[in-house]
Nanobody
Framework: QVQLVESGGGLVQAGGSLRLSCAAS????????MGWFRQAPGKEREFVAA????????YYADSVKGRFTISRDNAKNTLYLQMNSLKPEDTAVYYC????????????????????WGQGTQVTVSS
């Protein structure tokens, strides 16, 4: 059992920045890959970024590449998403997710590959 709690969402103007955090508990955080997804009203949940268990490998959706950075602090059991140059189309509920396959080589990028989800945090970007 893993508990994930996101924080850091809010309202920001276009061009601004936010840093999301995801605190994990209940399992050995450093052994599994993590991901960020988002879901806008009326749309399906979409991949944003993912990171391997060690932090050495990261993947990004094309829409956020160069603007967002995913990172993790295994000593603090925390996942981060630094979001810069935010756009109105980034408005969504952001979810962190955990893939509990032990030290998986391939970092998953689709929702069905993740085992646990947080409750989400709202990010709203005004134009």
């Amino acid at each position: 059992q893993v508990q994930l709690v996101e924080s850091g969402g809010g309202l920001v103007q276009a061009g601004g920045s936010l840093r999301l955090s995801c605190a994990a508990s209940g399992s050995t955080f450093s052994n599994y890959a993590m991901g960020w997804f988002r879901q806008a009203p009326g749309k399906e949940r979409e991949f944003v970024a993912a990171i391997s268990w060690s932090g050495a490998v990261t993947y990004y959706a094309d829409s956020v590449k160069g603007r967002f950075t995913i990172s993790r602090d295994n000593a603090k059991n925390t996942l981060y998403l630094q979001m810069n140059s935010l756009k109105p189309e980034d408005t969504a509920v952001y979810y962190c997710a955990a893939d509990l396959k032990f030290r998986r080589v391939v970092v998953p990028t689709t929702p069905d590959q993740y085992d646990y989800w947080g409750q989400g945090t709202q990010v709203t970007v005004s134009s």
